[in-house]
């Protein structure tokens, strides 16, 4: 096809899904419900280009190798499946945006707003970073564990190269760098083996978000009490007068000050002594890794 320039809003609303735009120029276009699917758009130009907040645009499985975008404003646009290797973003926002399993690699990433992006299962390899805005869209719990764990190829890493600095979106994703190693390894452990690894890391990222909540670990170890305090009250109800002593019986074990009397269930109260330790490894993990992130 032969290269055009666009302008203004004669785009806008349109369907330009799986045609060949490649190497044309956006100047100033709006793309509010304008889609992009399956479009070559292999080194094109995308120059102050914005669509409104409120609708969409929509690069799902597009091809933006080599794209060039500046000071483009596309909130809540769709990037699913799209190609952006070697792209170079200047200056613009797709804050709110789906980015699931995109492609970024090799891309140059200048005073970028990545806030609230859903990049699962997207790919950073070899980024230069020179200055992004971001704040995840999801934690890496055990949902997004399991999604990955589902995959058939083999994980992505996230590789970062010069200009980089420490910022919430390298620390994302170097988690998800820190994550595909530990399913490298799990993908070459026969099933017996592969199977308590996937079941300890899912504990993990539920209780934890794999060493970074400590809200999570706060709730997960209430609930522990709480459960136990419930199971105490109720099938040690002679011993108990009510819930609340029940309870503070079963934090007592938890935290290991409690003491064992055969009336109160001596196996119940090793289990929940077993789990406080438990719990008490993952809490120096959450302190450990903010400790970390902090150099």
């Given at each position: 096809m032969t290269r055009q320039t666009f302008h203004g809003d004669e785009l806008k609303g349109k369907n330009l899904s799986r045609q060949d735009l490649s190497g044309c120029v956006f100047d100033e276009c709006d793309f509010t419900n304008t889609a992009f699917?399956?479009?070559?758009?292999?080194?094109?130009?995308?120059?102050?280009?914005?669509?409104?907040?409120?609708?969409?645009?929509?690069?799902?499985?597009?091809?933006?190798?080599?794209?060039?975008?500046?000071?483009?404003?596309?909130?809540?646009?769709?990037?699913?499946?799209?190609?952006?290797?070697?792209?170079?973003?200047?200056?613009?926002?797709?804050?709110?945006?789906?980015?699931?399993?995109?492609?970024?690699?090799?891309?140059?990433?200048?005073?970028?707003?990545?806030?609230?992006?859903?990049?699962?299962?997207?790919?950073?390899?070899?980024?230069?970073?020179?200055?992004?805005?971001?704040?995840?869209?999801?934690?890496?719990?055990?949902?997004?564990?399991?999604?990955?764990?589902?995959?058939?190829?083999?994980?992505?890493?996230?590789?970062?190269?010069?200009?980089?600095?420490?910022?919430?979106f390298i620390e994302y994703c170097s988690r998800e760098y820190r994550l595909s190693l530990l399913l490298l390894e799990i993908e070459q452990l026969p099933f017996y083996k592969k199977l308590p690894r996937v079941l300890f890391a899912a504990v993990i990222g539920l209780v934890s978000d794999f060493g970074h909540s400590l809200s999570r670990w706060l709730l997960s170890s209430l609930l522990i009490v709480s459960l136990f305090g419930g199971y105490f009250a109720i099938a040690k109800k002679a011993a108990f007068g009510d819930f609340s002593s029940a309870w503070h019986h079963a934090l007592l074990h938890f935290i290991n000050q409690g003491s064992f009397t055969p009336a109160t269930d001596g196996v119940a109260q090793t289990v929940l002594n077993v789990l406080g330790y438990f719990m008490l490894g993952i809490l120096i993990s959450i302190i450990t890794n903010r400790f970390v992130s902090r150099w």
């Open positions: 699917t399956e479009t070559n758009l292999e080194g094109a130009t995308f120059n102050r280009c914005s669509s409104d907040s409120d609708s969409y645009s929509k690069f799902s499985m597009a091809n933006l190798t080599n794209t060039r975008w500046h000071g483009c404003q596309l909130e809540n646009a769709d990037f699913d499946d799209a190609n952006l290797t070697g792209a170079k973003l200047r200056n613009t926002s797709i804050k709110g945006a789906t980015a699931r399993n995109s492609q970024w690699d090799d891309s140059r990433l200048d005073d970028v707003d990545f806030s609230s992006v859903d990049f699962d299962l997207a790919s950073f390899r070899d980024v230069k970073v020179i200055r992004v805005k971001f704040r995840p869209a999801l934690v890496t719990g055990t949902r997004h564990f399991l999604r990955l764990l589902k995959q058939k190829r083999t994980a992505k890493h996230t590789i970062f190269t010069s200009g980089t600095e420490l910022s919430p």
